[in-house]
């Protein structure tokens, strides 16, 4: 079934943009709602974003407005525009399916925001 393959994190300054690319296989992507996931400080990963197979997307309260997730089901890939990024934005990211599976988690990708 494979995992999937986050990238794009790095040192970004507050204020700053990212945008994060996630790639998997036509398998995971194929009618399945995706989402970019959030690991804190107790490594729980929470959920913070989530597109459905059509397009219809939500977001995590503190995110809506900044953050912009889509797909392109054509080349399963997912992605995550950040913008106007502070630094309580500082974790690992990873997308999953929503609900996720666990052997579908990749290495994540990670995102230090600076003052």
């Known amino acids: 079934q494979g995992r999937l393959v986050e990238s794009g994190g790095g040192l970004v300054q507050a204020g700053g943009s990212l945008r994060l690319t996630c790639v998997g296989s036509g398998s995971i992507f194929s009618y399945n709602t995706m989402g970019w996931y959030r690991q804190g400080p107790e490594n729980a990963r929470e959920l913070w974003a989530y597109i459905t197979h059509d397009g219809r997307a939500n977001y995590e309260d503190s995110v809506k407005g900044r953050f912009r997730i889509s797909r392109d089901n054509s080349k399963n890939t997912l992605y995550l525009q950040m913008n106007s990024l502070k630094q309580e934005d500082s974790c690992v990211y990873f997308c999953?399916?929503?609900?996720?599976?666990?052997?579908?988690w990749g290495q994540g990708t990670q995102v230090p925001v600076s003052p």
């Open positions: 999953n399916t929503s609900p996720f599976r666990r052997y579908y």
